[in-house]
């Protein structure tokens, strides 16, 4: 859809910003998608050196990358919890500032990954759950203060998609009772998210601004429940 742009994406190696990669690359775009070692999202001083070596001139900007290491909130680890607060919300902020001037000249794009836990908690998931609620209030609030230039900001909240880091956080017996729980009967797949993630980039969803986009087969409304 339109001309091919450079599209930044966090979190490009994971198994959902894989598909993403290959999702904006299968349309034609110039995707830079910097590893963790390439650009620590977790340390403000490393994002600034990034820019200044790499200049990116985007016209869209996808924030996937993420860091949930579960645990009872009275045994974080402070480093840990800190960490996890900067990779999944505090960096999207500064990205989007970085990006902020091209992004106003190019009438671009912003789209972060969120989580069902960014409405919801899960007991042991504290650090995960506060940092996708600040990363929720973070797009609607960015969508306010960019939609004045043409640049739209939403998000997607994927809820139990088939990923490994799903599967090293959940039992099998736990992943059983996701797909048992979810209307539609199963996981979702990354290349779901994908479609959603590009949707909400291209001039069709050019009226939607400040939305969390839910994707969750719709666990949320009800899939909760028992039957």
Known sequence: ????????????????????????????????????????????A?????????APAVGALVHCAG??????????????????????????VDLA?????????????VVAVS???GFVARRGRLA???AKHALVGAVKTLALELGDDGVRVNSVSPGFIDTRMT???????????????????RLGRPDEIAEAVYFLS???????????LVADGGYSIGGFQTP
Do not use: K
């Open 202 to 212: 291209t001039p069709a969803a050019g009226f939607i601004n400040g939305h969390d």
């Open 97 to 109: 500032r970085r990006c902020a001037p091209s992004l106003r000249a190019q009438r671009g794009s």
């Open 167 to 185: 599967r090293q956080n959940n039992s099998p017996e736990v992943i059983r009772g996701f797909e048992q729980r979810v209307p539609l009967g």
């Open 1 to 44: 859809m339109g001309d091919a742009r450079t599209v930044l994406v966090t979190g490009g190696h994971g198994e959902i910003g894989g598909a993403i990669v290959r999702r904006f690359e299968a349309a034609g775009d110039r995707v830079i998608a910097p590893t963790s070692a390439e650009l620590d999202l977790s340390d403000p």
């Open 115 to 117: 989580s069902l836990y």
């Open 67 to 92: 860091l949930n290491r579960p645990a009872p909130f009275e045994q974080i680890d402070e480093a840990l919890f800190a960490r996890t607060l900067s990779v999944n919300a505090l960096a999207f």
């Open 46 to 54: 490393a994002i600034a050196a990034w820019f200044a070596r790499e």
């Open 128 to 130: 995960y759950v506060m």
